[in-house]
């Protein structure tokens, strides 16, 4: 007996974005996003510009793949290269809600003032890159105050933190390819393992509470993506901002089974 499996909403997203530091341009980027009916994969890659390249020119790139099972993104694998004077590669694996193993390369030095990451803080986490995806579940209503009602713990191959998310508007957003609407949700960063407690950047970010998220759908899903997000710092605010958007819904496939 062959029967159709249920459909399972697919879509890709081909994004560019701009970093800012008090209105002045300092990167650009591009993300790129295919959603599956069994899969998801994110890539993404950026440098350094305007006035910043010309003090501490850098480029970085990332890629995370996972699957997506009864509509969750479970992520599998996630890699990170960072180059400037130095260069870096983080690798991460993850297996059943945790991580399976990770590398840096090359290995960086012990740090004694680090607070130590356990095997527990890598149980049920996922990586940087599939944490900036939200998926929002059940089939009502996509933007809106359940829209910023989640949050995630994350491991980044150093850092072990949560974020946390919550609503604060509805807004329209224009980019080339966008125009509609969004939720913008608060976001609340929490470091758990990793860090050093002095440094001041951890000190601020989690003590900061006006740091926002912008939110918008990839078309065909149920998951949505950062379209802006803003962090207030002592500098001006610091902004990356999508400057074209184009995101497609895809048929599904339509599979067999007996």
Known sequence: MLAPLPAVAQGRLEAHYEASL?????????????????????SAQGATAGLLKAFSGGTGSGSAQGRMVNGALV??????????????????????GGVKDFSIDPE??????????TDAHRRNVVDPMTS?????????????????????????GRLRYDLKLDFKRM?????KGYHGPAV???????????YIPDRPVIKYLSAERRMEIVLVPIAGTRVLVPFRLTIPTPFGPAVLEATQFNTVAVPPRVAKTQ
Request: charged residues 20%; contains cysteine; hydrophobic residues 40%.
């Open 108 to 117: 960086p030095p012990v740090d004694a003032d680090r607070i130590v990451v």
């Open 171 to 175: 807004e329209t957003v224009k980019a």
């Open 75 to 96: 992520p599998m694998n996630y890699v990170a290269t960072m180059a400037s004077k130095k260069s870096e590669t983080i690798k991460i694996n993850l297996a059943n």
């Open 22 to 42: 008090a209105g002045i341009a300092v990167g650009r980027g591009t993300w790129g996003i295919e959603i599956g009916d069994d899969y998801y994969s994110a």
């Open 132 to 156: 900036s995806l939200v998926r929002v579940p059940g089939t009502g209503e996509l933007l809106g105050q359940e829209s910023c009602r989640g949050g995630s713990s994350v491991f980044d």
């Open 184 to 194: 913008v949700c608060a976001i609340y960063f929490t470091p758990i393992a990793g």
